[in-house]
């Protein structure tokens, strides 16, 4: 098993950042193809893919809508990744989920339910 904890996030105007941390923790992350990502949910609408890294390789992929404003970094030693949150926007607004997996194939990472173990989930609110 593996237990995420998502901190941060909060209330933001437009233009803003923030960051958001996830930390892993519950059993062994040394084999490879270890991913750990976001993915944020707005009222009313479904899980969406924001960002997310492999462990080994340092691969990054980010949904077009944050592309260039949000940066996915993590730490192998503290088992953390991290979201920074620039040039904020209130369409950015959601509870924002951290998601890991240690059998998910590259093709699936933007999908949800490629997914088997997930934070509790933090609120993000960007006023205008």
């Known amino acids: 098993q593996v237990q995420l904890v998502e901190s941060g996030g909060g209330l933001a105007q437009a233009g803003g950042s923030l960051r958001l941390s996830c930390a892993a923790s519950?059993?062994?992350?040394?084999?490879?193809?270890?991913?750990m990502g976001w993915f944020r949910q707005a009222p009313g609408k479904e899980r969406e893919f924001v960002a997310v890294?492999?462990?080994?390789?340092?691969?990054?992929d980010y949904a077009d809508s944050v592309k260039g404003r949000f940066t996915i970094s993590r730490d192998n030693a503290k088992n953390t990744v991290n979201l920074q949150m620039n040039n904020l926007k209130p369409e950015d607004t959601a509870v924002y989920y951290c998601?890991?997996?240690?059998?998910?194939?590259?093709?699936?990472?933007?999908?949800?339910?490629?997914?088997?173990?997930w934070g509790q989930g933090t609120q993000v609110t960007v006023s205008s």
């Open positions: 890294t492999e462990r080994s390789s340092g691969y990054a």
């Open positions: 519950g059993r062994a992350f040394s084999g490879t193809r270890f991913y």
């Open positions: 998601a890991a997996d240690g059998t998910i194939i590259r093709s699936s990472v933007r999908t949800a339910s490629a997914y088997d173990y």
